[in-house]
């Protein structure tokens, strides 16, 4: 018969207490240096100046977010504890801290569903999610997805691997389809999240441009209104760069 494993030692909870103590009174710590590195002014601008809405935001600059990522390094348990606060700034910080390897997809599918303003879904998606081993199977389910950020999650996330990673041109070809069934979501945000996926498939990958190029006509041949404009942005964008 096999043994049970052990329960863990008292002496081994409270190492394991200790430890999340720190990692919450460090994130703790961050959360007053985000403060004051932001502004009011910044953070009333977020909305009108980029379409930014967030609901607890310190309104700290991007630039100043990398730089504080710097100072820190990568760390799996302080991006976590950062990203429970709810803070805009500091789930922006998770992202560029957190440690890829490290990431489930379960923690994926977590912090989507926290996902409620693009800036935030095309970060976490660009610095940390295309890293992961699990992108092309949460661009899969999110594609799905009925929620407007986590749909357009799926074709940040598109985007970001289309332009980030190597070697994997037949994976990126297959979701082509899914740009395809997308295309008719008249939704702002989800739309703009499929065109990037298109514009980023046919500009940066020289096997797949014939076909991304050829779906960019199609869909703005189409009498669907959505589909038209998706189509005519890619190819703008395709007619510039070439």
């Not at 976490?124 to 749909?151: I, M």
């Given at each position: ?241 070439a």
């Open positions: 018969m096999a043994k049970r494993p052990a329960a863990r030692s008292n002496a081994q909870l409270r190492a394991q207490s200790r430890v999340q103590s720190r990692v919450e009174s460090r994130a703790a710590e961050l959360l007053v240096e985000l403060k004051r590195r932001g502004s009011k002014s910044f953070r009333d601008a977020m909305g009108p100046r980029f379409g930014i809405f967030a609901k607890h935001a310190y309104g700290v600059p991007i630039a100043k977010i990398q730089a504080l990522a710097q100072e820190i390094g990568r760390d799996h348990k302080l991006a976590a504890a950062l990203w429970k606060t709810g803070l805009y700034e500091a789930r922006l910080l998770a992202a560029f801290i957190d440690e890829p390897g490290k990431v489930s997809p379960a923690q994926m599918d977590r912090w989507a569903k926290d996902f409620d303003n693009w800036g935030l879904v095309d970060t976490v998606c660009f610095k940390l999610f295309d890293q992961t081993p699990h992108a092309f199977g949460r661009v899969d389910k999110w594609a799905q997805a009925e929620a407007e950020f986590v749909k357009r999650a799926a074709f940040a996330l598109l985007a970001s691997l289309a332009l980030h990673t190597k070697n994997n041109d037949g994976e990126i070809a297959k979701r082509l389809a899914l740009i395809e069934k997308a295309a008719t979501d008249e939704r702002n945000f989800v739309k703009k999240g499929v065109s990037w996926a298109l514009r980023a498939i046919g500009g940066k990958r020289p096997k797949l441009a014939a076909k991304a190029h050829a779906l960019a006509a199609k869909l703005a041949a189409s009498d669907d209104a959505a589909k038209r404009w998706i189509g005519k942005d890619a190819m703008r964008d395709f007619t510039r760069k």
